[in-house]
């Protein structure tokens, strides 16, 4: 009888047992403000509130700075995590090691998404330190700001209290204080050097001293300008965006850094003659009602963990938690859009292609899937409606991201039509951001697709300005170079023609025009000049019997051990030269360089039936 009573008794307790483990389990919930999406594990009340900070920290850096970015092009999403282990979880591979930084909050941003990873239980004496911390990464981020001043800024406002009616802005930090009385100050010298791939950055121990240190040095600037009426800050940051080394422009600004060191050490000593700045915040317009929570399911939240995952660097376990997502829910859309980025990440461009191409056919309003699965098809070379259709979907549905502006402009200098249109495109997406190098050279592309030299070289030297990378400063001396010498042979070229059409009026007289007409005849190109149509072709082999006549004809074989195609442009000037798994040494110059050359070659059919067709690209290949 005792088991008979035994079997359902356990037999309860474990079912008992299970209902708790998953009623116990983290619920996730979205809360919705007029400019951030919040996703939490933390409940109603938490999630609300931490979206009201945001709404309200917002408010303050557009009152205090008109111009900061506080509503960028991209989305952005905050997850709040409970705690330390939920933010494991997700941090970057470079901080899950031992001994580094134990972090409070995170801030990833890209050219698609800005994201905000915050702990909600991080023990600080402004409770959402780390939700300010990480918002003026966002608000305040500036290409080219110099690692100590950015980590400094965000240290200085992630000590504030914001209240219903106003605001404390920098308030003294006790724990950097303590910390940097306990421990020796890094030399300014290094300060300003430390980037992010320094131990002051990562490590533990380092990484304290680096940012409380920037704390330090960016609060005594900060009031020192205010008392003065100086803004030494901002000359600083000017003479580093212009290239000049960070230390000579601390000495430039700041005057002697070891006078200056003196003065730092001497004011952290000082923490009670330290002070913040007030606000008042009453006619903030924060509005409660425009709160909107929404329960996420749990294939929900795993696909929007699983999209910080690969944003962050975690392609691994991004795969493997949307593997999960999408066996519970197959039909979810953003798991097939961030499945299309991991795949993109690790390579497998085809791949990503199919799944943007599912996670549209799941949702034709993802801006990004749209954007990436043309951005991939024309990286493949298509050039078909459907990829102007997608790029133009892009825009459409973010009228303020700047890739889909450039890709599509890039779309139209493949097909080598609609150069004007392209141009402004180009220039929309300059304008939308300036510092990005590649969107200037793109646009010194079209200009000289269109013969636009001067300009071209315009746009260039203004690229050359904001050239940060040693990378990025060659490619754009290399192409200023390829433009001026391209430029020099249209010259030549032209001078060429008035000469010979000189020569041609002197020798026409009576009984010699005919003569001259037949000449000038047999110097026109043989074969007709059509604007790139109809499907494209691809031929890949050695070229072989290159011709080059007058006044800028070429004629070619594409030969591979299966066919020879017979192809020919009027205007080899107007190829798109290009090297696929090679740097050549200089400029192409395909009269000489291409007899013998292993390449593919891009063309179309034309009218005329004696050539296979117009070339309109040639990729060599090593």
């Given at each position: ?206 990484g304290s001293v680096f940012y409380a240190e920037s704390w330090a040095l960016t609060h005594y600037l900060e009031f020192t300008d205010y008392n003065q009426h100086t803004n030494r800050i901002g000359a600083y940051l000017h003479l580093v965006q212009q290239q000049v080394d960070p230390i000579t422009a601390a000495e430039q600004t700041f005057g002697d850094l070891k006078k200056l060191q003196a ?262 190109p043989q074969h007709p000049t059509e604007t790139p149509h109809g499907q494209m072709h691809v031929v890949r082999g050695v070229i072989r019997g290159v011709t080059c006549s007058y006044p800028s004809v070429i004629q070619l074989r594409v030969e591979n051990q299966t066919k020879k195609v017979s192809l020919y442009n009027n205007n080899y000037y107007k190829v798109d030269y290009s090297a696929a ?42």
């Amino acid at each position: 009888m005792s088991r008979k009573v035994v079997l359902p008794v356990l037999l309860s307790l474990l079912l008992s047992a299970h209902a708790w483990a998953r009623d116990n389990a983290p619920a996730w919930i979205e809360v919705r403000s007029p400019h951030f999406s919040v996703v939490t594990d933390a409940g109603d009340k938490q999630g609300r509130h931490i979206a009201d900070q945001f709404e309200r920290m917002r408010w303050v850096f557009q009152t205090l700075f008109p111009r900061a970015n506080v509503d960028p092009a991209s989305p952005i999403i905050v997850i709040a995590v409970k705690n330390q282990r939920g933010l494991q979880a997700l941090e970057p591979e470079a901080y899950r090691a031992k001994g580094q930084v134990n972090l409070a909050g995170l801030f990833q941003r890209t050219n698609d998404k800005n994201f905000i990873l915050v702990r909600l239980d991080a023990q600080e004496e402004h409770p959402f330190a780390a939700v300010y911390h990480e918002y003026t990464h966002l608000a305040l981020g500036i290409d080219g700001m110099p690692l100590w001043l950015n980590e400094g800024l965000a240290e200085f406002f992630q000590n504030t209290d914001i209240r219903d009616k106003d605001v404390l802005l920098g308030q003294v930090s006790p724990d950097n204080v303590a910390y940097l009385l306990q421990h020796r100050l890094i030399p300014l010298p290094v300060l300003f050097q430390v980037d992010a791939n320094s131990p002051y950055y990562h490590e533990e121990e380092k990484g304290s001293v680096f940012y409380a240190e920037s704390w330090a040095l960016t609060h005594y600037l900060e009031f020192t300008d205010y008392n003065q009426h100086t803004n030494r800050i901002g000359a600083y940051l000017h003479l580093v965006q212009q290239q000049v080394d960070p230390i000579t422009a601390a000495e430039q600004t700041f005057g002697d850094l070891k006078k200056l060191q003196a003065t730092l050490q001497d004011y952290i000593a000082r923490p009670r003659d330290m002070r913040y700045f007030h606000m008042n915040s009453a006619g903030a317009p924060i509005d409660p009602n425009t709160l909107a929570v929404t329960p996420l399911t749990t294939p929900q939240a795993d696909a929007i963990r699983a999209d910080f995952l690969a944003y962050s660097g975690r392609s691994d376990d991004a795969r493997t938690l949307l593997d999960a997502v999408l066996k519970a829910d197959p039909n979810n859309a953003q798991a097939h859009e961030t499945m299309g980025y991991v795949e993109f990440r690790t390579g497998h461009r085809m791949e990503a292609k199919k799944w943007y191409a599912q996670a549209i056919a799941l949702d034709p309003k993802s801006c990004l899937a749209q954007y990436y699965f043309g951005w991939l098809s024309l990286v493949d070379g298509a050039t078909g409606p459907d990829v102007e259709a997608s790029l133009r979907k892009a825009i459409d549905l973010n009228p303020r991201f700047a890739p889909a502006y450039d890709s599509l402009a890039s779309l139209y200098g493949r097909r080598h039509e609609k150069l004007d249109e392209a141009h402004m495109l180009n220039l929309q997406a300059v304008q939308l951001q300036p510092g990005n190098v590649n969107y200037r050279l793109d646009t010194a592309n079209i200009l000289m697709e269109m013969e636009h030299y001067d300009e071209s070289l315009q746009v260039l030297r203004a690229a050359a300005a904001i050239a940060r990378t040693p990378l990025e400063i060659d490619v754009v001396q290399r192409v200023i170079r390829q433009v001026q010498q391209q430029e020099a042979e249209m010259e030549a070229e032209k001078r060429r023609q008035e000469a010979q059409t000189a020569v041609v009026a002197q020798a026409t007289g009576p009984g010699q025009a005919a003569d001259s007409e037949a000449n000038m005849a047999r110097a026109l190109p043989q074969h007709p000049t059509e604007t790139p149509h109809g499907q494209m072709h691809v031929v890949r082999g050695v070229i072989r019997g290159v011709t080059c006549s007058y006044p800028s004809v070429i004629q070619l074989r594409v030969e591979n051990q299966t066919k020879k195609v017979s192809l020919y442009n009027n205007n080899y000037y107007k190829v798109d030269y290009s090297a696929a798994n090679f740097t050549p040494k200089g400029d192409v110059h395909p009269c000489e360089d291409l007899e013998g050359a292993k390449a593919e070659v891009e063309y179309f059919r034309t009218a005329d039936k004696t050539m296979d067709g117009q070339i309109v690209g040639i990729m060599m290949i090593k």
